[in-house]
């Protein structure tokens, strides 16, 4: 029992040592002082759907309305279980 604290101590620890950079050793690249800085670029875009609340949901394929939890692309997974639904949501 008394393992299980210790081993998470030497695991939260352990990448310590590799993360820094050595003495002398630059993290960043060496540029001049004439070089104008980059403008930042988006990394991920911005999507349109990022509510993650199940909302009712028509299947694509026919039959009763569901509630269903949004994974994108007009996928979700219903929330009494069972195979995610194709459909198209009531609200948006």
Do not use: K
């Amino acid at each position: 029992m008394r393992t299980l604290p210790i081993l998470i101590l030497i695991c939260s620890t352990a990448g310590c040592a590799s993360l820094g950079s050595g003495p002398g050793l630059s993290a960043y690249p060496a540029s001049s002082a004439d070089e104008a800085p980059s403008a930042p670029t988006a990394i991920t875009p911005a999507t349109q759907d990022q509510d993650m609340s199940p909302r009712f949901i028509l299947p694509a394929t026919g039959g009763a309305p569901v509630i269903g939890i949004p994974l994108g692309g007009n996928i979700f997974l219903p929330v009494t279980g069972g195979a995610p639904v194709i459909g198209i949501p009531t609200s948006p």
